[in-house]
């Protein structure tokens, strides 16, 4: 199913909830040829305001999908069959909110000590790391989106709060 339909289908029954895409900067420069940008209430970059807000270019952003015009939008359906550039994410926070979630899990702290960046919004890493969690991992990690759809080897696949539990 589209994740268009999808999302209106969910919508029609929870009306709070927002369609959001993660666009990884650094694909959607090198086929866009251009950066994204902030856009206030609409796109914002996730590593603006970390450690890492250097390469905030290149990293995550998030694209409120009711605040873009269509032509944006359809500009990243077309980047995710183009490339591993773009989820969407259905959730009832707003932009902001999200937007600090999402930037809880950036980094890991590994066994040893060190932190490590979670490529998170990369479709390739995602559905990786969905199989690597365990089931409160999971919850953790998934449980403030309703359902997150990606591309895996060229098939449509989501994750969402029913899946948080699954082993």
Not at 65 to 73: D, G, M, S
Request: proline share 3%; hydrophobic share 50%.
């Amino acid at each position: 199913m589209d994740v268009l339909d999808r999302y209106n289908q969910r919508r029609a029954h929870l009306q709070t909830l927002n369609l959001y895409a993660l666009v990884d900067g650094a694909q959607y420069q090198q086929h866009r040829e251009q950066q994204l940008e902030h856009v206030p209430g609409a796109v914002i970059a996730l590593f603006s305001g970390t450690a890492d807000a250097a390469l905030e270019h290149a990293g995550p952003w998030l694209v409120d999908a009711a605040q873009v015009t269509e032509a944006v939008l359809q500009d990243l359906i077309s980047l995710e069959m183009t490339a591993p550039a773009v989820t969407w994410l259905f959730a009832e926070a707003d932009l902001t909110g999200l937007a600090q979630l999402l930037q809880l899990r950036l980094d890991i702290k590994l066994p040893d000590g060190r932190t490590a960046l979670v490529r998170f919004w990369d479709p390739r890493v995602l559905a990786a790391l969905f199989q690597l969690m365990a089931g409160d991992q999971r919850a953790e990690f998934f449980g403030h989106i309703h359902e997150w759809h990606f591309l895996d080897q060229g098939v449509r696949v989501w994750i969402g709060r029913q899946h948080a539990d699954a082993e």
